[in-house]
């Protein structure tokens, strides 16, 4: 059974919590990301994403490109581990909410993995562990939406 260690991305962008918001938008911009991991020299501090720099422009009466990534970035960060099943990692994003999970053991970062990376995955492998089709329930149309 393939693990989250098997489709992760392992060289993770990163950034220290010192960095600028436009240090920020200029990383996701050059490495087309929507999000990094906030790091102190090995230590996982959080996760910036863009969707918490535009809840903090919308929210804040004062924004500045000089604001800090520590100042807007999401403390709360969701992990799994590299031996994690992809199934697991897929049930913790739906259950959370969220986009994507660190990969870590023994509190260090060795990757990361999105929802779209899990996305690319079943649609060249199927859902791990499921055979045969599942039909859209509200359409006519018998032919298949997924194939698992």
């Given at each position: ?7 992760m991305?392992t ?11 436009r ?5 996701f ?16 501090l959080g ?15 004062h924004?500045?490109?000089q604001t ?8 709360e ?6 031996s994690?099943?992809?199934?697991s990692?897929a049930?913790m994003?739906k ?8 990969v ?6 060795l990757?990361?993995?999105s ?15 499921k055979t045969?089709?599942?039909r ?7 032919s ?5």
């Open positions: 059974m393939l693990k989250i260690q098997d489709i991305t060289s993770v962008v990163t950034l220290p919590p010192e960095a600028t918001l240090e920020a938008m200029e990383s911009a050059v490495n087309h990301l929507s999000a990094v991991p906030v790091v102190a020299g090995e230590r996982v996760l910036i994403s863009m969707t918490d720099i535009l809840n903090f422009v919308v929210e804040s009466s924004v500045s490109r800090a990534v520590a100042d807007v970035m999401n403390y960060v969701f992990s799994v581990a590299p994690s099943s992809i199934r990692a049930e994003m259950k959370r909410g969220i986009h994507r999970v660190l870590m053991e023994d509190r260090k970062l990757g990361i993995v929802a779209l990376d899990i996305a690319r995955f079943v649609s060249d492998n199927g859902l791990p562990g045969g089709v599942r859209d329930p509200c359409c006519d149309d018998p298949p939406w997924i194939t698992v």
